[in-house]
């Protein structure tokens, strides 16, 4: 059977929300192993909220209010990058798996900026 497809999963910065997401998932996993339960809640919310704004907001009938959409999930990116930098400093993660998502999310948060740019210059 095939999966019905909705118009935000061709998005690149949907795709790789849901990937970082994922990953993030796994880090969310270990921090539940040592009862850091506020982290792990903080964590996994933030991280499927890029994505669920993502998809709400495709489902916007303008531009407009598509783009206040992504402007919420490019905020979660840095709510993502906040809780990342406050589990390093308490060394649940290390520097190089740090640097690494810190990575990902800036490249991200920039595709998610000037998608909003581009929807709000023409249609999507």
Not at 19 to 35: P, T
Not at 76 to 102: G, M, P, Q, W
Request: hydrophobic content about 40%.
């Amino acid at each position: 059977m095939q999966m019905i497809h909705f118009r935000f999963m061709d998005l690149d910065i949907w795709k790789d929300s849901i990937m970082i997401s994922n990953e993030l998932y796994d880090i969310a996993d270990n921090l539940e192993e040592s009862k850091k339960f506020r982290w792990v809640e903080q964590l996994r919310g933030a991280s499927l909220s890029i994505s669920n704004n993502i998809a709400e907001g495709s489902g916007s009938y303008s531009n407009k209010d598509f783009a206040n959409f992504l402007n919420i999930a490019r905020r979660s990116v840095f709510e993502v990058v906040n809780i990342l930098i406050v589990i390093n400093r308490r060394t649940y993660i290390n520097d190089e798996i740090l640097n690494n998502y810190l990575s990902q999310l800036d490249a991200l948060s920039r595709k998610i900026s000037n998608f909003r740019k581009s929807i709000l210059k023409n249609k999507y």
